[in-house]
């Protein structure tokens, strides 16, 4: 009995469709157009067969032809990653479909398309599609990648608002990275131009919010006089209220480490301003004047 069980399941088994099969009947259907029954087939034999460059070559061709493009992506992304050999026919393929994307008006995929694109070819040139791969990058906080990405996009802007658009994008992913050398240029440079009045507005509170960070940086390496011009800049009309207010706070450190303790509490004081009880910005200060209010109390020995 037990022999003519095993022999059904064998059997049974054995009538299973093959990843060669499913790849057949997918041929098929490619062939007449049938594109979802194609892309159907080549999942199913992807499912048999999860290596197969072809069958996720087909399977990207097939998801295209559908509208399918986040399948499109996955399919073309493996390509490239499981065939070395096949990398350029991989970023064609995410290339036409990051094209479909857009056509549809798809951004969300057709930045997918171009994301893989740059992780199966990095050297590959985006041409017009650089603005969105660097938008995209900095939406998702790929500081890295936006970084790298922006400054072709800048150049190759079709005209000069769009171009300080991007260059203030390019200065908040280098905030980001605490890279203020390269930021502070980019934003004078949008603040200067005054292209874009919006822009420029946004550009001063970057200009701020990165002195704050330089400034901030360097009182951490003991370099007061130096983060005390940066604290300054930061105070500067334009900038959000809360990089002002801590922007005061610093300055408050740097007198305090100068050991003119008179200077620092009006520091402090001024981070006070405009700020909410129990804020972080009031909650150090306030407990940096009451420290120093403790320290200028007579000791109990001294007192009468």
Same mark, same amino acid.
């Given at each position: 009995m037990r022999h003519w069980v095993l022999l059904g399941v064998a059997l049974g088994l054995a009538c299973q469709p093959s990843a060669a099969d499913h790849e057949e009947l997918g041929d098929r259907a490619y062939a007449a157009g049938a594109y979802r029954d194609a892309l159907a087939e080549y999942q199913l034999g992807l499912k048999a067969h999860p290596g197969s460059a072809d069958l996720n070559a087909k399977a990207g061709a097939a998801a295209l032809h559908v509208?399918? *493009?986040?399948?499109?992506? &996955? %399919? *073309?992304?493996?390509?490239?990653?499981? $065939?070395?050999?096949?990398?350029?026919?991989?970023?064609?393929?995410?290339?036409?479909?990051a094209r479909a994307a857009?056509?549809?008006?798809?951004?969300? =995929?057709?930045?997918?398309?171009?994301?893989?694109?740059?992780?199966?070819a990095p050297t590959r040139p985006l041409g017009r599609y650089?603005?969105?791969?660097?938008? $995209?990058?900095?939406?998702r906080g790929d500081?890295?990648?936006?970084?790298?990405?922006?400054?072709?996009? /800048?150049?190759? %802007?079709? =005209? %000069?608002?769009?171009?300080d658009s991007l260059l203030f994008v390019y200065g908040m992913a280098a905030v980001r990275a605490r890279d203020c050398a390269t930021a502070v240029p980019a934003f004078e440079g949008v603040i200067r131009r005054q292209r874009?009045?919006?822009?420029? =507005?946004?550009?001063?509170?970057?200009?701020?919010?990165?002195?704050? /960070?330089?400034? +901030? !940086?360097?009182?951490?390496?003991?370099?007061p006089s130096e983060a005390e011009d940066w604290f300054r800049r930061a105070t500067a009309p334009g900038s959000? %209220? &809360?990089?002002? !207010?801590?922007?005061?706070?610093?300055?408050?450190?740097?007198?305090?480490? +100068?050991? &003119?303790?008179?200077?620092?509490?009006?520091? *402090? +004081?001024?981070?006070?301003?405009?700020?909410?009880?129990? =804020?972080?910005?009031?909650?150090?200060?306030?407990?940096?004047?009451?420290?120093?209010?403790?320290?200028?109390?007579?000791s109990p020995q001294n007192q009468p």
């Open positions: 509208g399918e *493009y986040a399948t499109a992506v &996955d %399919a *073309y992304v493996l390509l490239g990653q499981r $065939d070395g050999s096949r990398g350029g026919e991989a970023a064609d393929g995410l290339e036409r479909v857009l056509g549809a008006n798809d951004r969300t =995929d057709a930045a997918r398309g171009l994301a893989g694109l740059r992780a199966i650089t603005r969105l791969a660097a938008l $995209d990058a900095a939406d500081t890295a990648g936006a970084m790298a990405l922006l400054p072709g996009a /800048v150049a190759a %802007a079709a =005209d %000069a608002r769009m171009a874009e009045p919006a822009v420029a =507005d946004r550009a001063r509170e970057g200009l701020g919010l990165c002195s704050l /960070v330089e400034g +901030q !940086r360097l009182l951490e390496k003991g370099k959000p %209220a &809360d990089v002002v !207010r801590g922007a005061f706070l610093g300055l408050g450190d740097v007198k305090l480490a +100068q050991g &003119d303790v008179a200077a620092a509490l009006e520091s *402090y +004081q001024q981070a006070l301003a405009g700020g909410t009880p129990g =804020d972080t910005i009031t909650q150090r200060a306030q407990e940096k004047i009451n420290a120093l209010g403790k320290a200028d109390a007579p």
